[in-house]
């Protein structure tokens, strides 16, 4: 059976709006993806319908105005649960594939010429099309000022040359944002630009044998002389990247929210295997060891539920608190770390199996720790946003 997914703290910050919402995506997880999660993280795919009904939910437009299809507000603890949520469904790589497109339509609504935002939005938020951000090459990923894609203008058009590597929902997205150098070397000199899948000269091969996320349609992209029209460029030339940083921050304090997520798997799944499983005599959870671990477990879970909370609160109060969000970041992916590995202990053989919740989770704590800025390249930000 299905237990329903409970919250460990009362939300101090919770509206009837928040509890509403959190309610729906949570049945909708356990009732809708739960159930086949493996299944079609086995299959390395999900079917598309899935992302419509998603859609249909609202969950893909924070932020984005609603005459582009979105919600027409934003609300940090609602993008943070719906985080939480999905990522108890017992397959990062179908929660990825599914929400992979909202790192590409902030950029979308705040960059694209109007032509664009309104015929490609609706699409992507509606689940109907696929989005994907595009950064990351094949030469390196946490070292963004030195990319080496390049776009020069041949008439009216931009001609992109180079390659993408990872790109999250890259093998299904119809519409992509990517980071191409039209200047000299540095983050300044960077341009974003929008590409459709059926441009000319691109092209796409997947990445299908990966340690975890096999459903999230992760891809390498290839631009051979690839063109694309002159209004393609988002932005300002040459400054693209530096215009879309604060998305970096969202998509930050949404992989705090999956790491949360996580962790309570490896919370909920011990305690009711540590329940049921009979040692020595007793139930596991009468071992004061075993208890410890859980105790551990709930302790990490707390805090960075809290922090998660308070980072909300500040950016609901229209701060954007980055050195906290790149902290909170490493935090709770080592915090996850030690969940999985003891949860992993907890179960025992039974943990080892394919097919559960805690194998899943502990095959794809990297992901979390090193995709969307690692641990050390948060450590580093951090710093420097402390002024150190
Ligand atoms: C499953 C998955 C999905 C992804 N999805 C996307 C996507 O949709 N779009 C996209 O653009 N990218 C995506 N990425 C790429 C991701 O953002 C990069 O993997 C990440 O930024 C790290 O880059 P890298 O792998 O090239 O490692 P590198 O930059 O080569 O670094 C290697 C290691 O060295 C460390 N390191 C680097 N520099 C320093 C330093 N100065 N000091 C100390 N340590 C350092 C890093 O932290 C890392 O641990 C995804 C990655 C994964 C694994």
């Known amino acids: 059976m299905i237990k329903p997914m409970q919250p460990s703290l009362p939300n101090p910050f919770d509206t009837p709006e928040r509890v509403a919402f959190r309610e729906t995506i949570q049945n909708f997880v356990v009732t809708e993806i739960r ?27 924070f932020g984005i105005d609603e005459k582009y299809g979105g919600l027409g ?14 990522s108890m469904c017992g397959a990062g790589g179908v929660s990825a594939a599914l929400g992979a497109r909202s790192i590409s339509t902030d950029p979308i609504q705040k960059l694209a010429n109007e032509e664009i935002k309104s015929r490609v939005l609706p699409e992507i938020l509606s689940g109907r099309k696929g989005g994907s951000l595009g950064i990351t090459e094949p030469g390196g990923g946490s070292d963004v000022a030195r ?64 340690m975890g996320w096999w459903a999230s349609n992760q891809a390498t992209l290839y631009f051979d002389d690839c063109r694309v029209p002159v209004e393609n460029l988002m932005g300002q030339k040459d400054y693209g990247f530096l215009q879309i940083v604060n998305n970096f921050n969202y998509e930050r304090l949404g992989l705090v929210g999956c790491a949360l997520g996580m962790m309570k798997v ?83 053989g039974a943990g080892y199996l394919r097919g559960n919740r805690i194998e899943n989770v502990y095959r794809e704590v990297k992901v979390i720790a090193i995709g969307g800025g690692s641990e050390e390249i948060m450590k580093d930000l951090a710093m420097r946003q402390m002024g150190l």
């Open 266 to 348: 490896c919370l909920e799944d011990s305690i009711a295997w540590a329940q049921e499983r009979e040692t020595f005599g007793k139930p596991l959870i009468r071992h004061q060891v075993i208890r410890h671990k859980i105790a551990d477990m709930s302790a990490k879970v707390d805090a960075v539920q809290s922090s998660l909370w308070i980072l909300c609160a500040q950016i609901d109060a229209g701060h954007m608190p980055v050195a906290e969000i790149c902290k909170a970041k490493f935090f709770a992916t080592k915090a996850l770390e030690y969940c999985a590995s003891e949860a992993m202990q907890i179960l025992g």
């Open 35 to 61: 159930p086949y999660a493996y299944e079609w993280d086995e299959a390395g795919d999900v079917p598309w319908e899935l992302h419509a009904k998603l859609g249909a939910l609202g969950v893909f437009g």
């Open 73 to 86: 507000f934003d609300d940090p603890f609602m993008r943070s649960d719906y985080a939480v949520a999905m």
């Open 147 to 210: 990319l080496t894609t390049r776009a020069h203008l041949e008439g009216d058009h931009w001609v992109l040359n180079g390659s993408k590597t990872f790109i999250t929902g890259g093998m299904k997205s119809d519409y992509f944002v990517i980071a191409a150098r039209t200047g000299g070397p540095g983050l300044t000199g960077i341009s974003l630009f929008f590409v459709e899948a059926d441009a000319p000269g691109f092209s796409r091969t997947s990445l299908s044998k990966k």
